[in-house]
């Protein structure tokens, strides 16, 4: 049997990777506590790792003195994380799939960030707007059968 979890549950880091330990266990928790199974969890806390590490690189450039956002929003069988950053804005319309063989046999590293997201969870949306937080939201839904 599942508990009810608080609906909603929120933290802010610096952007920073050394402030990325903290976002994988407060995603841990909160998935954990959801009732997902440990490969759920593991995906979604990649996922979302794999966002936070394209904000920090890409939209703040590296810089520590931004700030990422994260909700996380479960309702009936919907874990939500909606990931919030006031850096330069990505347009995921740019990004072509990558060719997995080609990218493995060139021993590249990094570079498949989206295709990580898009591949371990449900729904991958990204909202930019020019004057708001550039936002990504990443979905998973959790099986009845629990």
């Known amino acids: 049997m599942v508990t009810s979890p608080k609906h909603t549950v929120t933290t802010s880091i610096k952007s920073d990777t050394s402030q990325l330990e903290k976002v994988r266990e407060f995603v841990e928790a909160a998935a954990r506590e959801f009732g997902f199974s440990d490969d759920d969890i593991a995906n979604i806390v990649l996922a979302v790792d794999e966002a936070c590490t394209n904000i920090i690189k890409h939209a703040y450039g590296g810089s520590s003195d931004g700030e990422i956002r994260i909700d996380i929003n479960r309702k009936g069988t919907s ?68």
């Open 79 to 146: 874990f939500s994380i909606h990931i919030k950053d006031n850096g330069k804005a990505f347009d995921p319309e740019g990004i072509e799939p990558p060719n997995l063989r080609k990218h493995l046999s060139e021993f590249r590293r990094g570079g498949l960030g989206v295709y990580l997201m898009r591949r371990l969870m449900d729904e991958v949306d990204y909202a930019i707007q020019p004057g708001k937080p550039n936002e990504v939201t990443l979905v998973k839904y959790r099986s009845e059968a629990i």
